[in-house]
C-alpha cells in the first residue's frame, strides 16, 4: 500500500499497478461526493471480473468517510490514500506518474487539475463523457457514461490490458497537456492582454492614451465610470 515516512519524507509506493484518483477535498461539494462515490462502486465492480489485480490510489485529501466508503464495499484491502500533507506534492507527483491511468472523475474540483498534470506526465485520463471533459481531453482520454459505475469499470479495464492504448493516450495526452501547463496559461492570458490593447489602444479617451503608453488599452464595454477618471501626467 501506499504509506508516508515522516522522518525520510519518501513514498513507498504499491508493490502492484494501480490507478490514480483525486480525493474530494476536506469540504466536498454534493457532485463531489457522489462522483467518489462511483469510482468506488466502479472499482468494485471491475474486481468481480479483472484478469489483472489493480489497486486504487486516491490522491490529496481524502476525509474518513471515504475510507469507511471503500470498506463497507469491501474494497478497504484494494483501496490506498495519499493525504495531501503527507509528501507533499514533489511525492503526489511521483505516485501520480507511476499509475496506470488517472480516473476524472468530478467537474468542480481540483480533480481537473490533477487530470491536466496526469496529461503532461504521460499518464492517460479516463473521464466522464461530458462536453466540457470532451473539449478539455479530446481524443487523448477514454470516456465513460457519467451515472455509469459499469462504463466506468468496462474503461479501467480496457486500459489496463492494453499497452498499446496506454502508450497511445500517453503521447496524445502529453502533447494535449501542455495547454494546461502555467506556461501556457501565461501566454494565453498574455495574447488576450495583447488583443484587447490592439482593439482599443487607439481610442480617444485619457484612459485609453495612459493604456496604450503601458502596453494595454481601454476596453469601453468593462468600465463606464474609467473614462471619467481625470488624468494627470507625472
Not at 501506499?2 to 474530494?24: I, M
Not at 468517510?65 to 500533507?85: E, I, P, T
Request: hydrophobic share 40%; net charge positive; glycine share 10%.
Amino acid at each position: 500500500e501506499v504509506s508516508f515516512d515522516r522522518e525520510t519524507g519518501e513514498v513507498e509506493l504499491p508493490d502492484s499497478d494501480y490507478v490514480a484518483a483525486a480525493g474530494p477535498g476536506r469540504r466536498p461539494w454534493r457532485a463531489q461526493i457522489l462522483a467518489v462515490w462511483r469510482v468506488l462502486e466502479a472499482f468494485r465492480v471491475r474486481r468481480r471480473h479483472a484478469r489483472r489485480r489493480v489497486r486504487l490510489v486516491f490522491l490529496g485529501g481524502t476525509p474518513r468517510w471515504v475510507q469507511n466508503a471503500a470498506g463497507c464495499l469491501g474494497l478497504a484491502q484494494d483501496v490506498d490514500f495519499l493525504d495531501s500533507r503527507g509528501g507533499g506534492a514533489f511525492q503526489r507527483a511521483r505516485v501520480l506518474t507511476s499509475a496506470l491511468a488517472f480516473v476524472h472523475a468530478s467537474r468542480p474540483d481540483s480533480s481537473w487539475l490533477s487530470a491536466g498534470e496526469a496529461m503532461r506526465r504521460g499518464v492517460p485520463v479516463i473521464a466522464p463523457r461530458t462536453a466540457t471533459a470532451m473539449e478539455v481531453f479530446g481524443d487523448s482520454a477514454l470516456y465513460y457514461a457519467e451515472r455509469s459505475p459499469e462504463d466506468l469499470a468496462a474503461e479501467m479495464e480496457r486500459l489496463v490490458h492494453s499497452d498499446h492504448l496506454r502508450r497511445t493516450l500517453a503521447r496524445k495526452g502529453m502533447a494535449r497537456g501542455q495547454a494546461f501547463s502555467w506556461e501556457g496559461a501565461a501566454r494565453s492570458l498574455l495574447d488576450v492582454f495583447a488583443e484587447v490593447a490592439g482593439a482599443t489602444a487607439g481610442s480617444g479617451s485619457r484612459f485609453g492614451r495612459v493604456g496604450a503608453d503601458l502596453g494595454f488599452g481601454y476596453n469601453p464595454a468593462l468600465s463606464s465610470h474609467a473614462q471619467a477618471v481625470p488624468y494627470h501626467p507625472g
